[in-house]
């Protein structure tokens, strides 16, 4: 019997000591590998998900505003957004709150009601179930911008979209 409860210990011994032991090669675990396989921006027309909330920007348009185009030359950049909820609670979307639009130079931009807009992304949405609206910025007419989306008003993960 001590035979057998030696061996035992022996053989658990080594695979213990085998499941700790480091990667002197300098190769990277899986968890190393998917943490830097973790996309942070997606394009439009990718859907990325933030705490169970899959959000997709759809496409992205020119419009000249409800009172015609801007005396200084600003355009009115509207963007079509897909939001999904794969989670088992109930979630409220806020246009002024979750998203966000910076130029390359980090300067945030102006959210406007000025647009033509088709729906919006102020509404509530249930398990399982989507919201598309849009959503619209006045910005310079050229240059890059990236749209931030906060699955937590207050301060929950974000993801970004490079749209322009």
Avoid: H
């Amino acid at each position: 019997m001590k035979k057998w409860l030696s061996l035992l210990l022996a053989v658990m011994f080594v695979f213990t000591t085998a499941a700790c032991t480091v990667d002197d090669e300098g190769g990277t675990s899986e968890e190393e590998v998917k943490e830097e396989e973790k996309k942070t921006e997606f394009a439009v027309g990718e859907t990325a998900e933030v705490d169970g909330i899959k959000i997709t920007v759809n496409s992205t348009r020119v419009d000249e505003g409800i009172f015609g185009p801007e005396e200084d030359g600003s355009i009115y950049f509207v963007m079509d957004i897909k939001l999904e909820n794969t989670t088992d609670e109930s979630f409220s979307s806020s246009s002024m709150l979750d998203f966000t639009l910076k130029d390359g130079d980090g300067r945030e931009q102006d959210l406007t009601f000025s647009a033509n807009t088709n729906g919006t992304m102020d509404t509530d949405v249930d398990p399982g179930e989507s919201a598309v609206g849009e959503i619209a910025f006045k910005v310079a007419p050229e240059g890059t911008l990236v749209l931030t989306y906060t699955a937590d008003s207050f301060g929950g993960d974000k993801v970004k979209f490079v749209v322009r």
